[in-house]
């Protein structure tokens, strides 16, 4: 059966022989629906929001991903990729809705839920359920499966559901989407085996079994593995700036030796995983994960360290202007969740220290109204401070010689040349 593209889903028969649907079409799921539906399956991707659904069956796309533009057109002018206002039949379903955390740093599994409620009218005999966002032990038992039972079928013998946590890195994310390895982990023996066929049909790594539990904690022991050791450079840098002293050149030289390999201190630890994964564990453990918290802290605290440095150069000035280098969370790309350079470009700006300037590469726009977005060259021409917050390659050809006449806080170690291994 072909699929019509700019057709409504109103009845999800006419799409029984879809390979695979997946719901959330967001940094991860497009990226995977898209991989899939040029991979000779016929995918339809279910996202909540209508103009996301718009662009992708026009065959754009809403978020920054190198040659995911071009996959996404290819797939959705072959007609193997569809977006849909409802989730429709498929063999297989993908779960890839967000799992933020509350203000008080509590697992927000709001979406995982809406998203098993919205499968139950469409799931059939033989269907595998996947769980790919990233949630804390117990959630696909506990909270998932209950909710798929609704539909009669029974778990291991006629509905297979499991989880297959993502680790893909945005920026690359279509080569690592076929490329890592996964790990897979069913409610039932039947239900990993189920998985791990899916994945061995499109990944060329190796995909390793395990239980539900065990790869929902070892997706989160990975970031928190991130998120600690970052803190450990980030706590450097907060020790090297009390005792004046330069921490790159500390970590460069400490990187000498042979087993020792810090990461760069930054700005902070942003985006939706390294910054959150970790208060699923502690979340899970509270009185069991004292390392996990305080890395947490640590690396909550490095915007308002950066601020300070910021506030005492332009306490210096009168009203300077201030120049901020990017603003996403990390190196290269557009995405701005939780991305400490911009909680310190907005604080700049709220506490007025001068007329500040944004510089971001991967925006059309300038998310903060009243900073105006302008070129990395207007910037040094017109900025009396420089504050680097993001090493983006746009940024690298940037040296000490062409900053003589402006201060410069470097957040991101860009001018200091050092070899240590970016974070
Ligand atoms: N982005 C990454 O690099 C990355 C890497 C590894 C793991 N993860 C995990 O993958 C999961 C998804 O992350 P993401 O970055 O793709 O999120 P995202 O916010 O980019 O995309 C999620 C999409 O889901 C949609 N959505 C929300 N609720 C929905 C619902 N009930 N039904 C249908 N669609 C719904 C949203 O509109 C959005 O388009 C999270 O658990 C995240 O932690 C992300």
Redesign the pocket.
Known sequence: MTISLNEPQSDGAAALDLDVCV???????LPTAAVLATRGRRVAG????RD?LDTINAGRIH?VEPELDALVRAAVLAGTLRAVAEPVPARTFLI????PITSDHRPDLA?VE??SR?LVPVLRPGNLVVL???VPPGTLRDLVAPILRQSGLVVGKDLFVAHA??????GA?LREVVENERIVGGLTDACTDRCATFYEGFVRAEVHRTSAEVAEFTKLAENAYRDVNVAYANELANVSAHLHLDVWEVIRLANRHPRVQILRPGPGVGG??IA??PWFIAASAPEHTPLIQAARQVNDGRPERILGQVRGLAGKLRAPTIALLGLSYKPDIDDLRESPALHIAEAVHREALGDVLLVEPHLQSSPIAGCPLVSLDDALARADILAILVAHRDFRRLRSADLLRVMVVDAVGLLAGADNKRV
């Open positions: 719901v959330g079409l967001g940094y991860v799921g279910f996202d909540l929001r996301i978020i890839c809705v967000p799992t979406a809406a998203a919205a790919e966002s990233t946590p993502e680790r893909v890195l945005p994310v939706h995983c959150v994964d």
